[in-house]
Nanobody
Framework: QVQLVQSGGGLVQAGGSLRLSCAASGRTFSSYRMGWFRQAPGKEREFVATINWTGTSTYYADSVKGRFTISRDNAKNTVYLQMNSLEPEDTAVYYC?????????????????WGQGTQVTVSS
């Protein structure tokens, strides 16, 4: 069993930056792939970014490529999402997710564990 606790988020003006953190319990964090997803009001949950278990492979949604960076610190059991050049369209509840597989994955249904979600609001 893995528990994911998210922190970060909040309100920022367009063009600003935020960093989300997701801390995982358990000793096997380094064997989990991690992902970030988001859900805006009235919309389906969508993929944002994913990272493999070693941190050597990442993949991003086209909408955030070049602006967001996913990273992980296996010694701290934590995955991060650095969000720069934020746009109002980035406003959503952001979720981290974990799954006991090695490779990156962009589909939410493969992830077994989810964080509690954190609100990110970008004002214009």
């Amino acid at each position: 069993q893995v528990q994911l606790v998210q922190s970060g988020g909040g309100l920022v003006q367009a063009g600003g930056s935020l960093r989300l953190s997701c801390a995982a319990s358990g000793r096997t964090f380094s064997s989990y792939r991690m992902g970030w997803f988001r859900q805006a009001p009235g919309k389906e949950r969508e993929f944002v970014a994913t990272i493999n278990w070693t941190g050597t492979s990442t993949y991003y949604a086209d909408s955030v490529k070049g602006r967001f960076t996913i990273s992980r610190d296996n010694a701290k059991n934590t995955v991060y999402l650095q969000m720069n050049s934020l746009e109002p369209e980035d406003t959503a509840v952001y979720y981290c997710a974990a799954d006991a597989s090695a490779a990156v994955a962009t589909t939410p249904w493969v992830y077994d564990y989810w964080g509690q979600g954190t609100q990110v609001t970008v004002s214009s």
